[in-house]
């Protein structure tokens, strides 16, 4: 910080101004979102709130919603509550999603204290849920930011994560009287300390292992193929972090299968499906594969319940022998180190 921003901030106001915090510096840390807990209730309001994303789901509303208020929070709220309450942290009632994100946090936190100072604060919000990305904008704008990195925990950018994370800050934003200097950190799919701290945790789960998977299947969120043609670049960016993380490890080609997961609704997605694919290697006669998922920073619902869940039984139900999951990075050293240098990186100008 410069010497102007260490000095008192009311030094020629008049008595009956309004108090104005020191100058900070914050750094937004965003995910995808988590119902407050498993119930209908909980869940109708998150997949409402969800699933009305035009980023998500772009058909016209007229189109969409009648089916969506109609059919879909009639009977999905139950099944996703039941699949939530499989994983849910019974201790702390919340999701694990949120205990992950308030870990990472914490240690980020620690680091940013360490290596700049208390005039750099870090908090967290969900694009989905709670804490709402408003509320935590409205907290650091109050604490005295006057400069926000958001960054958006998506190592690989598509419109239905990254951009619309982005698109729910900038209508924060809107909101403020006196908007903050702003930043948003890009993708950093293929930052070599993020591929680092994947190699890391693959050779750390087959090191576990008394033999060696036949195949590691990379599986990424999926999203309709119609995205890809329209230009998201998701797709490429989750091939390239595969083949960057074989180069890393030093295996040949062949050895990691790039999938898509979470199919939704009639029209084609990125494929091969991994639910589908899995079961192929089975029958094929490659009865001991891994799986790991690089596009989500937080184990969630789509991978303790629908990788450890679903697609491990479709596995063994085609005749595979052993299913290894690979935790995501979570609150890892490596991967907090991965965050850190991302941060740095965008924050270049604005602290020394």
């Not at 934003?173 to 890009?186: A, D, E, L, N, S």
């Not at 293929?190 to 190699?199: F, N, S, V």
């Not at 609150?331 to 180190?337: E, P, Q, Y």
Request: aromatic share 10%; glycine share 6%.
């Amino acid at each position: 910080m410069n010497e102007t921003s260490r000095a008192p901030r009311l030094l020629h106001a008049p008595a009956d101004h309004p108090p104005v915090p020191a100058a900070k510096i914050g750094i937004l840390i965003a995910n995808l979102g988590t119902p407050d807990g498993y119930d209908y209730w909980s869940m109708r309001r998150y997949l409402n709130e969800f699933l009305s994303d035009k980023r998500v789901i772009d058909y016209p509303s007229w189109k969409w919603q009648p089916i969506l208020q109609a059919i879909v929070l009639t009977k999905r709220p139950f099944s996703s509550g039941a699949n939530y309450k499989l994983i849910w942290n019974t201790e702390a009632d919340e999701s694990p999603l949120m205990t992950i994100t308030k870990a990472q946090v914490a240690k980020l936190s620690a680091e940013v204290a360490t290596r700049y100072g208390s005039e750099v604060m870090v908090d967290y919000c969900m694009r989905y849920g709670n804490p709402s990305t408003k509320s935590v904008v409205d907290r650091m704008v109050k604490a005295g930011c006057e400069k926000i990195l958001f960054f958006p925990l998506y190592p690989h950018y598509a419109g239905a994560t990254s951009g619309t994370a982005n698109d729910e800050f900038f209508r924060a934003m809107m909101t403020q009287k006196r908007q903050p200097t702003v930043r948003t950190t890009p993708e950093y799919f293929d930052h070599p300390l993020y591929i680092e701290a994947l190699a890391q945790s693959v050779e750390r789960g087959y090191a576990a292992l008394e033999r060696k998977p036949d195949v590691l299947v990379a599986s990424y969120h999926g999203m309709p193929k119609r995205y890809l043609m329209e230009g998201d670049p998701y797709h490429c960016q989750c091939q390239k972090t595969s083949r960057l993380l074989r180069e890393r490890l030093g295996w040949d080609k062949g050895a990691i299968d790039t999938t898509f997961q979470s199919v939704f609704g009639p029209e084609e997605w990125l494929k091969p499906y991994t639910v589908k694919h899995v079961a192929e290697l089975a029958q094929q006669g490659r009865k001991h594969i891994a799986v790991i998922s690089p596009a989500f920073s937080a184990d969630c619902i789509e991978t303790l319940e629908e990788i450890n869940g679903e697609i491990r039984e479709a596995f063994e139900h085609a005749g595979g022998e052993s299913f290894t999951y690979i935790p995501c990075l979570n609150d890892d050293d490596a991967h907090i180190a991965a965050l850190m240098a991302v941060i740095g990186d965008n924050l270049a100008g604005w602290i020394h």
